[in-house]
């Protein structure tokens, strides 16, 4: 455990997390519940609640009454009642603290909370993990028998239970589905009780997971425990752009923080003026473009014929000409009343230490000497004009073989010899 507030004693032995057994969060799990009353000793003559949380696979938890004669710590793998065998599952939660979460969940303390049997053995420990290894497996099978029996159903999640005799089904669907035929083949597939659950899309999420596009885990699987309804009038409070693609969550509905900030958003946007609002100036009329909640800004467009493009305006002075129109005055224009935006101010203290070449070292393009080369060092000059080269119609015709006037004809196929090589070395033959 990292956590500040889970030490033990000076030496900062973190307790939970395979140690004492008496995490206050009962581990570092999602959906946990910080118990800041561990340590505090009841009132006298109160007994201790013996209800405890017990929490299973995709942070579902369940209510079971614990027993005087078992000492229960949060951590521990305990044995439970159920329908049809046992459950194993986690302690995440006891003392008077439950008794808050099952007034939350609408948890009534009555004769119909299950039981804890017994602390898990070894040998339970070892069934439950040979279940939860199963569950990979089913559910690319069971989703294979689904698409042969066509049913218009998505398989979720698959949740077996500690005895590895009872599986939990979850699903999602758009329709009814008549599952009878399906039951009875994933029962003879896996020779287990089959029980179906349906589910909506953002249970699916939270029992699945992800990463949203904050890059953060989903709230639904970390810590939200309740979902409400998600309108596209949040988005508009917040001047969003309404586009399904940007706006839905993995679920596929609305996200669930367009509501985290919204009634920030409401008590903003009730500062500023209606979008319908008209400002009437002697050159036409201005509209309102568009507003920005954060600057205190209005922008309104040019006057009707003028051309100009949206001039931006404080909000005080937006309830000025607003006050002046209802005077009966209209200004000329919305020079007086513009605002310049001002670019901020770069902080020069940062200094990029990735890369120190400068991103402009391509920009110039490289001057190229093509005079270098050995072959080419009097291309530019000029030649004197006795061994200027004659031109095509001026040449001296004569009887092929024979040399024409002027020298001999030089041999084009002889090659130039490589400078880098160096001297050729003589023949020991003729200095003999």
């Known amino acids: 455990m990292s956590c500040s ?20 969060v009962g581990g570092c799990g999602p959906l946990t519940v910080f118990d800041w009353l561990e340590g505090v000793a009841l009132p006298t003559g109160q007994t201790a609640f013996d ?30 009642d159920a329908d049809h065998g046992y459950d194993v599952g986690v302690v995440s939660l006891r003392g008077e603290l439950v008794k808050a979460q ?24 070892d069934t439950w993990q040979q279940a939860s290894m199963r569950e990979v497996e089913t559910i690319s099978e069971s989703r294979k028998i689904i698409k042969s029996l066509g049913l218009q159903m998505k398989l979720a999640d698959v949740e077996f239970q500690g005895d590895n005799k009872k599986a939990t089904f979850y699903y999602t669907a758009e329709v009814r589905v008549d599952f009878r035929l399906l039951v009875r083949d994933l029962a003879a597939a896996f020779g287990i009780r089959v029980e179906m659950r349906q589910i909506g899309a953002r249970q699916e999420a939270a029992r ?78 201005a509209f309102v473009f568009k507003m920005d909640i954060f600057k205190r800004l209005v922008y309104l467009n040019a006057p009707d014929g003028a051309g100009n493009g949206p001039v931006a305006v404080s909000l005080e ?47 110039e393009e490289r001057k ?30 004569g009887p092929k073989g024979e040399a024409k006037e002027g020298g001999e004809k030089p041999n084009r196929n002889k090659r130039r010899p490589n400078k880098r090589r160096g001297p050729k070395a003589p023949n020991s033959d003729a200095s003999k």
């Not at 939350?104 to 909370?113: G, L, S, W």
Request: hydrophobic share 30%; aromatic share 6%; charged share 30%.
């Open 102 to 125: 099952m007034s939350a969940k609408r948890v009534k303390d009555d004769h119909e909370i299950r039981k804890v049997t017994r602390k898990a053995a070894q040998e339970d420990i």
């Open 368 to 397: 190229r000497n093509r005079n270098k080369r050995s072959g080419r060092r009097n291309q530019g000059k000029k030649r004197p004009a006795s061994e200027a080269k004659p031109q095509s119609g001026d040449r001296p015709k």
């Open 208 to 285: 699945v997971g992800g990463i949203g596009v904050c890059g953060r885990e989903l709230c639904c699987s970390s810590w939200l425990k309740d979902f409400r309804s998600v309108s596209t009038s949040a988005a508009r409070y917040q001047q969003m752009s309404l586009n399904p693609q940007k706006l839905a969550g993995q679920c596929g509905k609305l996200k669930c923080c367009l509501n985290f900030e919204l009634d920030q958003y409401v008590e903003a946007v009730s500062e500023f003026p209606s979008p319908n609002t008209k400002i009437k100036l002697k050159e036409g009329r």
């Open 51 to 80: 209800v405890v949380e017990v929490r299973f696979k995709a942070n579902r938890k369940g209510f079971y009454r614990g027993s005087s004669q078992l000492e229960i710590q949060v951590g521990d793998v305990v044995v439970l």
């Open 5 to 24: 507030n889970c030490r033990n004693g000076a030496d900062g032995t973190p307790r939970g997390c395979q140690s004492n057994g008496n995490c206050g």
């Open 317 to 363: 002075d937006m309830k000025e000409l607003m006050a002046m129109n209802e005077r009966g005055e209209y200004p000329v224009n919305l020079k007086d009343f513009m605002q310049t935006e001002e670019p901020d101010e770069v902080d020069e203290v940062y200094s990029n230490v990735v890369g120190q070449d400068s991103v402009t070292r391509f920009d």
